[in-house]
């Protein structure tokens, strides 16, 4: 009797301390994703001023379409001169020509594939190595061209995201950052993804990618913590850019699917005060939900979304082969 006793006490501290540390978790969770959330309404009266507190250049990658090109914009009006790297020569022309009719500023052109790994990283480097950048946004970034197995992926598009979602933001980070601590100023922005919550079937290697990248960016922040450097993880849900045109649906955009304009102007405006972010505020209330839910529940829900989208895929395919066919 006595035995029994002390078993039921001993279970009663056990789940007392266990409930204790599962409310903590949510309620941190809580204040935290309240920050986010109302944050950007108030941040985006406070300007700031990077150029002053960051110095005047910044370097983005993958900067010709979608959220690069416009987060380079928006650095732009900021009066940052601007550095952009990406794989054509054409469309970086026609990205430096638009900022620089749009803003009083200087860009550069820097023409490299990050699928090229190393040879790409030197190439940068030698490059830049007479500027001083105190904004890198590593937000160039690969996904397959639809939902698909592991072993339905082109091998090459597997190297190929392994270099450029896991590869550029290592190296980017590696040839900036000690510069960096020497000024003890300076930004780096690294642009994850909500895929990093959990497995995410049939996108498996690109969201297990951002999780590299959430983790990478988290650990460098706290080794350069004293450093005077801010390291941002910008961890945005659905944009309506070209990543997604395997999808209609993700191509409109809504609610929760901002265009990239929308999404960056509100994502700068974080930089500096928000740690981690996904960069908008709509965005913020699917993170939280998202977290809220246990892992085996957002694997399940993320595969099935990814079905359908692969369905959308195959079904708007063979039409779109059937109307080539007709014509
Ligand atoms: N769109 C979304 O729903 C979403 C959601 C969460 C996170 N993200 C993340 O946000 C980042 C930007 O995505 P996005 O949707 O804006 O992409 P995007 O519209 O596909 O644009 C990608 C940019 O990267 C450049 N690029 C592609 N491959 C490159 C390579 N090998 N070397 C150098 N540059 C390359 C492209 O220009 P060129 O082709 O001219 O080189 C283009 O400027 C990525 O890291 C992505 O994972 C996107």
Known sequence: MEGCHVYTSVLAVVG?????????????????????????????????????RYGS??????????????????????????????????????????????????????????????????YIRNEIKNLEIGILVNNVGMQYTYPMFVGEVPEQQLWDIININVGAVTMMSRILVEDMKKRKRGAIVNVSSGSELQPLPL????????????NFTRSLRYEYSDCGITIQHLSPMFINTKMNDFSRRLRTTSFF????????KHAVNTLGKLDCTTGYWSHEIQYFFT?????????????????????????????????????
């Open 257 to 264: 699917i901002p265009d990239a304009q929308t999404f960056a």
């Open 203 to 214: 996108m498996t290697v690109y969201a297990a990618s951002k999780v590299y990248v959430r």
């Open 57 to 122: 250049w910044a370097l983005i990658t993958g900067c010709t379409d979608g959220i690069g090109k416009e987060y380079a914009k928006q650095l732009a009006k900021k009066g940052l001169n601007v550095i952009l790297v990406s794989r054509s020569q054409d469309k970086l022309l026609k990205t430096a020509n638009e900022i620089e009719q749009e803003h009083p500023v200087k860009t550069k052109i820097i023409v490299a594939d990050f699928s090229k790994g190393a040879t790409a990283i030197d």
């Open 291 to 327: 977290r809220l839910a246990p892992e085996w529940a957002r694997i399940r829900i993320g595969s099935k979304l990814n079905e359908a989208l692969r369905e959308e895929y195959f079904r708007t395919h063979s039409k779109m082969v059937k109307n080539t066919y007709l014509q």
């Open 16 to 52: 007392g301390i266990t409930l204790f540390f599962l409310l903590l978790d949510t309620l941190w969770n809580i204040i935290l994703a309240a920050r986010a959330l109302l944050a950007p309404f108030f941040l985006t009266h406070e300007e700031q001023n990077l150029v002053k």
